[in-house]
T-cell receptor, first 113, second 113 residues
């Protein structure tokens, strides 16, 4: 069984501030982990993917995420928020050969000027 | 690469009418997924196909929903008869193989009055 928990349905930051979006997962086997972003009126787009090659994964638009097995976490960070980062962010886990990702409920990132 | 193409972008219909949503996946992708997104339930997997064959339809809400994939480049999701509670954004997504990231279309926003 696999599941994903995203802590905080909304995260609000000021422009230029650090962005931290939290994701914890449960999986009985080493997982694939993903972060997706959804802009208004669009589908989800891949930000980054963890596949066990490296624990720190760099994605598009300056985002990165660190896989911590001991904490079963895959938090998403960005050093300095831009107004254009305002969107919905989804964490997803895929494991056990299911080929079916399980998505978290999403976190809405709000960026204040 | 045109991405996943969904049509229509918006559909407004009256309760009891038949609704057909269409999807063209990315060429060469073996997996196709249909998701529904609502504020209350988040992103729900309805059904997925592998090589045009339905693999898991346990997420389809009820018999009013049906999905087909007659060939590798086309899939439909049909609701008959439609009900107001079916109002949601429906996404189609495709992936190259199991464990590959999903590529989402821009969705169809369905409103049933």
């Amino acid at each position: 069984a696999q599941s994903v928990t995203q802590l905080g349905s909304h995260v609000s930051v000021s422009e230029g501030a650090l962005v931290l979006l939290r994701c914890n997962y449960s999986s009985s086997v080493p997982p694939y982990l993903f972060w997706y972003v959804q802009y208004p009126n669009q589908g989800l787009q891949l930000l980054l993917k963890y596949t066990s090659a490296a624990t720190l994964v760099k994605g598009i638009n300056g985002f990165e995420a660190e896989f911590k097995k001991s904490e079963t976490s895959f938090h998403l960070t960005k050093p300095s928020a831009h107004m254009s980062d305002a969107a919905e962010y989804f964490c997803a886990v895929e494991s056990g050969g299911s080929y079916i990702p399980t998505f978290g409920r999403g976190t809405s990132l709000i960026v204040h000027p | 690469d045109a991405g996943v193409i969904q049509s229509p972008r918006h559909e407004v219909t009256e309760m009891g009418q038949e609704v057909t949503l269409r999807c063209k996946p990315i060429s060469g992708h073996d997996y196709l997924f249909w998701y529904r997104q609502t504020m209350m339930r988040g992103l729900e997997l309805l059904i997925y196909f592998n090589n045009n064959v339905p693999i898991d339809d346990s997420g389809m809400p009820e018999d009013r929903f049906s999905a087909k994939m007659p060939n590798a480049s086309f899939s439909t999701l049909k609701i008959q008869p439609s009900e107001p509670r079916d109002s949601a954004v429906y996404f189609c997504a495709s992936s190259r193989t199991g464990g590959s990231p999903l590529h989402f279309g821009n969705g169809t926003r369905l409103t049933v009055t």
